[in-house]
């Protein structure tokens, strides 16, 4: 192994992974390795890629057929994914790696930071299986609202820790910086740092721990490009009393060490118990054997002889998991209907077991629906399964319909301290029936807003898409019961203009279609609505219900680019194969959201410089273009004239800037990004394009996606190019040429050539992005057809009409230099006639300047229609409705 890396971005609570892997196989012979890498159980894959020698194999998730779903093969080489350690799964890639030759393997994954016991942990599975030539973990953690108890636990050999947890610090080679709101992390032993943690190369999990700053009562809410997120993590309330029942397995396969552990744990935990909580016990097997025959209160007496009782349970006989919970269910729903029982209380059940139910009722269907009969929604049941042979499936399902949570412990682990550390995440509950409402016109798509308790030290996370992005306020309300009276939280939260963090960019994985989402809030919404979905399925007993959650969670996950259970990876060969392994990092365009922190913490850097570029001769092109922020350049060569307009569009805006998909069936879609304006200007934000999309309808179908990272071309074979590596390839009667860091050239049958600049910053201001430039090279291949914001002036003729004051008849060459918005004049174009004035405006990245007359207000008067005429809806949106040239959208 001559790499093995981690690098993790963390933006509000979402984390984006990609691990990278490179091996080399110096035998004589053939040699079959398996790439491993156990990930969270919560996260969701978003890219894999790997390639063998010089052949790449790309990853796309795809809809997954509804009986079995095809494993990921490729010949002799597989990928799989199952469930490892409780906690996590575990993804597999098999391979056969030619003798003397090389491999290499790229896996990206996302997920929300779940916040338990006041804090987000971040987990990173380091186990390479062997000692690697050069080992690094990153993490960068960006949090506007401040990042708190910031800590790197030593390497752990358990995902589930419990109390007491080891506090010597982080392992040896982690480097920490911070500051108020971002931190970077890296952990970067040389083998013989590795060799000492563990000679096989199973380190462990590296384990980030932090909490951030919190300031309104209503919780923290961020939104962002038409989306918000609602953090919900209230503190310094009282407890609510609790009402519990504990049931532990006592069966036959319980005993020695997991029923003797199980006991200390309860030992403990009974002792955690508050003077208004009130309790029971039931141990069960092929017998039910209940403690007291009613819920009693917490006093020193009762938690003694609780604890005798529990010290003479002994394993013997079968499990009857529906026996037990009923009588569970039954002695709380009785205390609740006649004891003098606190209107605020929070009744539930501790369940754990580590068997399938062989007694009594053993039909599964049948045991989740009397629970669920019997509960009515009043009581949660959180469950716990030890060992390999639970069935983990029902208690899953018996939590999620009993609004409780699951818990798993591996056979070999100490049982008694994970039900420890899952009891103290829910040992004081602080709110119950939460809800969070939000003004049904503003806001659309929410995801769950109804919890029945809110646990200390955890987090309630909502998301949704604004309904109106020019919204200036949305008003939140929170109702919920605490342990006093109930309680009703209501704020007023300001919704632009924008934050800094405008354009972050998605999933590092290229998975289907886009590169980047508008932002981390609109992945994060992604996730929890996909997460909500599987979740619904999983409970629904309905079959016509079951299938539209299937279809509805399949969709989203295969337009997010989420590996679920109704999705599946495939992996495609690509060509043309690599000139190097080392270009297989740009392959993947597994490059995250690195580039978005530098932008973020740009002021704290000196902004404005640009990549270097490599030197290569001026490429000779038309002044048609739009550039920047973003302004419009028109060249009308037979008239000599040049004319200029801005377009203040909105972040997401897909615009149409060239539409002649009738005729030479050519359309160029571009997609904006938002960012503040610079201090004391006139605006109230910046616009730049972040996606060009070129589709080709003749004489075959194909497309390209660029942007400032790479390039995607799908014309039958897919292709990935990273914008960082100079390369030229053509399919189909399309030719790509991209000069590293600097430009694409897109030729499209010999006679239509676009080329798009590629503008990025080492240090950007806060108003700066990483954006695109769009230059019509030749539009002889274009129709007199052609439409959009650019294509309606090609093959057309311009004139001034009117006699700019003071230039006497020199309308097309003002003098220079010209004090800039004083020439005035009448252009004429298309049958408008438009007031206009002369301006200087710099192209080809600010290396040359040029003379042209402008057009105020958004163009109004010089374009056809108006701008909302000019919007796509999705980027590879044909349809025109303006000029001849009409057509029906893909």
């Known amino acids: 192994m001559a790499e093995f890396s981690v690098k993790s971005t963390i933006i509000s609570r979402y984390a984006f992974t990609t691990v990278s892997c490179r091996m080399l196989n110096r035998a004589s012979e053939d040699h079959e390795i398996e790439f491993q890498m156990q990930i969270p159980a919560a996260a969701f894959i978003t890219n894999f890629t790997m390639i063998i020698g010089d052949k790449v194999y790309q990853g796309e998730i795809m809809e997954r057929e509804k009986k079995h779903g095809d494993r990921v093969k490729e010949k002799r080489n597989k990928t799989t994914e199952d469930d490892g350690e409780k906690g996590s799964d575990v993804f597999r890639a098999s391979v056969v790696i030619p003798s003397k030759d090389k491999a290499a393997f790229f896996l990206s994954y996302e997920e929300l930071l779940q916040r338990r016991l006041g804090k987000y942990e971040h987990v990173v599975s380091v186990r390479p299986q062997q000692l690697a030539g050069k080992l690094v973990v990153e993490a960068d953690i960006l949090e506007q609202s401040g990042i708190t108890a910031l800590e790197v636990l030593p390497l752990q050999n358990s995902r589930q820790r419990g109390r007491g947890d080891d506090d010597s610090g982080p392992p040896p080679s982690t480097v920490i910086n911070q500051n108020e709101t971002f931190a970077k992390i890296v952990f970067k032993p040389n083998v013989v740092q590795q060799a000492k943690i563990a000679q096989n190369g199973i380190l462990g999990d590296f384990v980030i721990r932090y909490d951030v700053n919190r300031e ?3 919780g923290d809410i961020q939104i962002l490009n038409g989306y918000f997120v609602h953090y919900f993590a209230p503190k310094d309330l009282p407890p609510l009393p609790k009402n519990v029942v504990f049931v532990l397995d006592s069966s036959a396969s319980m005993v020695g060490t997991k029923l003797r552990q199980t006991k200390d744990a309860l030992f403990t935990i009974l002792h955690d118990l508050r003077p208004q909580d009130h309790f029971n016990i039931i141990g069960f097997s092929s017998r039910i054997r209940v403690w007291k025959d009613h819920v009693i209160p917490v006093t020193p007496d009762h938690i003694r002889d609780g604890k005798v009782y529990i010290h003479h349970m002994s394993p013997t006989g079968g499990t009857d998991i529906n026996g037990a919970l009923q009588r569970a269910i039954g002695l709380l729903n009785d205390y609740m209907a006649h004891g003098d029982v606190d209107d605020r209380s929070v009744s539930l059940i501790i369940f754990l077991t580590d068997g399938k139910p062989t007694v009594g009722e053993t039909h599964t269907l049948k045991i989740l629906n009397n629970t669920r009969e019997a509960a009515r929604g009043r009581i949660c049941i959180f469950t716990i399964g030890i060992g390999n042979d639970v069935d983990f499936r029902l208690l899953e399902k018996l939590s999620l319909e009993n609004c409780g949570l699951t818990r798993r412990v591996l056979e070999e682990e100490d049982a008694g301290a994970q039900l420890i550390g899952f009891y103290d995440e829910i040992r004081t509950p602080l709110l119950s029936d939460i809800r969070v409402d939000y003004p049904p016109n503003a806001v659309a798509h929410a995801t769950k807003t109804l919890f029945p308790n809110y646990f200390n030290g955890s987090e309630i996370v909502i998301a949704g898409k604004l309904v109106d992005r020019q919204l200036d306020r949305l008003h939140v309300e929170v109702t919920a019961s605490n342990s006093k009276k109930f309680v009703v939280l209501k704020t007023d939260v300001p919704v632009g203009p924008q934050k800094v963090e405008g354009d972050l960019p998605g999933s590092p994985a290229p998975g289907g279609g886009r590169e980047e989402d508008p932002n981390p809030l609109e992945r994060l919404w992604s996730y929890l609505s996909v997460k909500d979905l599987l979740r619904s399925w999983l409970q629904s007993n309905d079959g016509p219900e079951k299938e539209r959650l299937r279809q509805r969670a399949q969709a989203l996950a295969v337009s997010r680019r989420f590996l679920t259970p109704f999705t599946s990876l495939k992996l495609r060969r690509l060509g043309p194969p690599l000139a190097s392994l080392e270009e297989a990092q740009g392959v993947s365009a597994a490059a995250g959201p690195e580039p978005v922190l530098q932008s ?3 002021a704290s850097t000196v902004p404005g410089s640009t990549l270097e570029k490599p030197y290569e001769p001026r490429i000779r092109i038309s002044k048609t273009s739009v550039d920047g922020d973003p302004h419009f350049v028109v060249d009308f060569p037979s008239s000599k004239l040049t004319v200029c307009f801005n377009i203040d569009g909105q972040p997401g805006d897909i615009l149409r800037l060239v539409s002649d998909h009738r005729d030479s069936g050519v359309t160029v879609n571009g997609e904006l990004i938002g960012a503040p304006a610079p201090p004391n200007g006139h605006k109230k934000q910046r616009t730049y394009f972040r996606t060009i999309t070129i589709l080709v309808n003749k004489p075959e179908r194909s497309y390209l996606e660029v942007t400032p990272s790479r390039v995607i071309l799908d014309g039958g074979d897919r292709l990935v ?25 897109i030729t499209i049958q010999g006679s239509i050539a676009f080329v798009i600049l590629i503008h990025l910053y080492k240090r950007p201001a806060p108003f700066q992005r990483d954006h695109l430039g769009f230059y019509i090279s030749s539009g ?11 294509g309606q002036f090609l093959n057309q003729d311009a004139n001034l009409t009117e006699e700019p004051r003071g230039l006497g008849r020199n309308l097309t060459h003002p003098p220079f230099p010209q004090p800039e918005g004083r020439s005035e004049a009448i252009l004429q174009v298309k049958g408008h006639h438009v007031p206009v004035i002369w301006k200087q405006r710099k192209i080809y990245n600010g290396e040359e300047q040029v003379d042209c007359w402008f057009a105020r207000n958004n163009a109004a008067q010089l374009i056809d229609g108006e701008y909302k005429d000019y919007l796509a809806s999705h980027p590879f949106d044909t349809e025109m409705t303006l000029g001849l040239g009409r057509s029906r959208g893909l």
């Not at 190019?721 to 600097?742: I, K, Y």
């Not at 291949?781 to 959009?788: A, E, F, I, K, P």
């Open 216 to 218: 309104q009562s209503v």
């Open 780 to 790: 002889e291949g274009l129709s007199g057809n052609c439409h959009g914001l650019l």
């Open 600 to 602: 973020l913490r740009g």
């Open 721 to 745: 190019l990273p914008c960082n590596q100079s390369v030229v390839v053509g399919s189909r009667g399309l030719e790509v040429s991209v000069s590293a860091n600097a430009n694409v050239t």
